[in-house]
């Protein structure tokens, strides 16, 4: 099934066309990967999918058109994003912040402010935030680090609990703008039996933007490269990452670096 298809995205900056007639489609439970050179417009893609940017085109997200929907109308429909800097509240606690993360999406009547007058729905949907809360903090393994702040985690244990708090909220697809960047070797390599582990769990459609290529073919099903704004080549990894316009856009056409690059 189909959960996010995308036709005709294309946006400009002044004269500058960052995006010119891009298509995406994300099945649910695949994991697609897109790539490119810095510039190529991949992280305006997703501004452009999530509503941050304005774009023409069209967005449809579990068969529903999101084209008009606000930002937060589309998280509610079940798109969620990260970013390359995990946007946490640093002064808050693993748990406060997994918890804090299923706000939005809990039930009429059940928000914190109902919690504080004492309603019966709001404790309800309390204690059911607490418990998917604690939940995912065994599924993540973050168990040792529950009761810690934020801020005094590294940035790979950062990005565990920022992708935590998205999965929190159900989504339909999410879209990661490149999960490893800054984080060590060793949790990079922890990174693709994680995200695997989410695909197969949640059976969520995963985009990923991504720098570190074996990552990527690691994880990815089927590929989207990117260059100037337009997509130049789409399909299973292998043969995207050989296409010869991808090998250009990533190596010009000097024979001798091609020949380096293997």
């Avoid at 929907?69 to 589309?74: D, L, N, T």
């Avoid at 748990?95 to 109902?114: M, N, V």
Wanted: hydrophobic fraction near 40%.
């Amino acid at each position: 099934m189909t959960v996010l298809e995308a036709t005709g995205i294309a946006v400009a900056f002044g004269g500058v066309k960052a995006l010119q007639g891009v298509d995406i489609t994300v099945d649910a439970g695949e994991i697609v990967g897109i790539i490119g050179a810095n510039g190529a417009g991949k992280t305006t893609l997703f501004d452009c999918l999530t509503g941050i940017t304005p774009c023409s085109g069209r967005v449809v997200l579990g068969g529903v058109d999101v084209t008009t929907a606000s930002v937060h109308a589309r998280a509610r429909a079940g798109l969620g994003r990260s970013f390359q800097d995990a946007r946490l509240f640093h002064s808050m606690t693993v748990l406060d912040t997994l918890r804090t993360a299923s706000e939005p999406h809990r039930p009429q009547g059940s928000s914190l402010l109902g919690t504080l007058l004492g309603g019966k729905a709001a404790r309800d949907g309390e204690a059911e935030a607490t418990r998917r809360a604690n939940e995912l903090v065994e599924v993540f393994s973050l168990g040792g680090y529950r009761d810690k702040l934020v801020g005094e985690l590294s940035t790979g244990t950062r990005r565990i609990i920022d992708l935590a708090c998205l999965l929190i909220q159900r989504p339909k697809v999410v879209l990661l703008d490149e999960p490893s960047s800054g984080i060590a070797q060793r949790e990079t390599e922890a990174l693709a039996p994680l995200l695997t582990r989410v695909r197969d769990e949640l059976g969520c459609g995963l985009v990923l933007i991504e720098h570190d290529m074996p990552l990527v073919l690691s994880l990815a099903t089927r590929l989207y490269a990117l260059e100037t704004g337009r997509v130049i080549a789409e399909g299973a990894p292998d043969d995207v990452v050989r296409d010869p316009a991808v090998v250009r856009s990533y190596l010009g056409d000097d024979p001798e670096a091609i020949n380096r690059s293997g």
